[in-house]
């Protein structure tokens, strides 16, 4: 095997998407003296997304960026709670919460071993401009930031991941993705990418406990960045 | 003014094509005790680039990664230099000298400041992984790696300019191009986004003297990164 790229799933993957919304939520409640159940909000938030790319999928939405999604599905869920009086300003600010994630521990130091050997990209079905401020934000050292919007396709569609092997010329089995969720990665094998798995335990919360896949199932099983950086000699 | 993002010309406004490419074909003919007027040659080389994208443009050719395109011009100046018994992978790693051009001395400490303050990206006729190895190789510190051929269009359309700010979210003039060659600045202003020329006099080698533009014409004029970083404020 002669992996010569890496595609990362974001999302669960390089960063903890709850911590961060459920922080950014308290502060937002705190800020316009409004209350909610905010970990089952952050929950919610991120349930709508599956549905909200699916309605893209299926023709229903003409394409739409993760971002609007976010703001259809937060502009439901404010309803949904009462809040309502709250300016479009300050419902964007809350809705680019999803562009100030913090990086798992790991994420960073992970990274930048692994770039030293391989092309490190963003697979991601998140837009190029909330992947970018992401990155500029938490300092996580892309050579290529690559996205759904610039296929039209949202993963798990193979267009988006032959698309990556296909920008980055090499072959499908020398990319790897690189994502903490099987369906990604059973779809990125289907499309002949190369697969390591990484375990994120806690990105669904405390109460919510994820099993680890079986180990036969994909090339490589790693409990983090580092670990993973380690099997590939990076 | 309010710019939010830089997009850069790379070959010539970032990279000194011309040194670089002189140096590979003057090593190129030593490894294989073969003689030409390699200045000459690659000037020919990067003259045959503009006509080879208009063959994409008109729709004579279907889109052709400037990879293509330039083994397309290479095998031509070759056959016409009489240099047949090259292998075809010593051809390609030749082709190649595209991805490895040393930047001009104040690209990387000028983007390093520049992205401080602003989303940095490529905005190049250069395919993706070109763009991809030439980063990786010479440390330039991109946010972002954008190309023609993620637009399927080559500048100057218009498309690759304003492809360009919808996927880094921002208004046409918000985004400002920076490049050395007027004709790519123009177009970008006729798509609406602000401009900034820097002046490579060195291009095209000692004996091609280039004149500097109308100071009136673009919205800034700079002697290299470094002198644009100091009128941005970054």
Not at 148 to 175: C, M, N, Q, S, W
Not at 183 to 211: I, N, Q, S, Y
Not at 218 to 225: E, G, I, Y
Request: with cysteine; proline share 5%.
């Amino acid at each position: 095997m002669q992996v010569r790229a890496l595609a990362f799933d974001v999302f669960g993957t390089v960063v903890d998407w709850r911590t961060s919304i459920v922080g950014e939520l308290e502060e937002f409640g705190r800020n316009h003296g409004v209350e909610a159940d905010w970990q089952c909000f952050a929950d919610d938030w991120r349930a709508g997304y599956a549905p909200a790319m699916d309605l893209v999928r299926s023709g229903e939405l003409p394409w739409t960026r993760i971002d609007d999604l976010h703001r259809r599905i937060l502009d439901e869920l404010l309803l949904g709670a009462g809040i309502t009086a709250i300016s479009d300003d300050d419902v964007d600010d809350l809705n680019r919460a999803w562009h100030r994630l913090d990086p798992w521990p790991d994420a960073v130091a992970g990274l930048t071993r692994l770039k030293e050997r391989f092309v490190v990209t963003t697979l991601s079905n998140g837009n190029v401009s909330l992947l970018v401020n992401m990155a500029k934000r938490a300092a996580l050292p892309w050579d290529c930031v690559l996205s759904a919007e610039i296929f039209g396709h949202y993963k798990p569609d193979r267009e988006a991941y032959l698309g990556t092997a296909a920008l980055l010329d090499v072959a499908p089995d020398e990319l790897m993705l690189v994502a903490a969720h099987p369906g990604d990665l059973r779809a990125a094998a289907d499309a002949g990418l190369r697969t390591a798995f990484v375990f994120r335990p806690a990105e669904h919360g405390p109460e919510r406990t994820l099993r680890k896949p079986d180990d036969a199932e994909f090339d490589f099983m790693a409990d983090d960045f580092l670990h993973l950086a380690d099997q590939l000699g990076a």
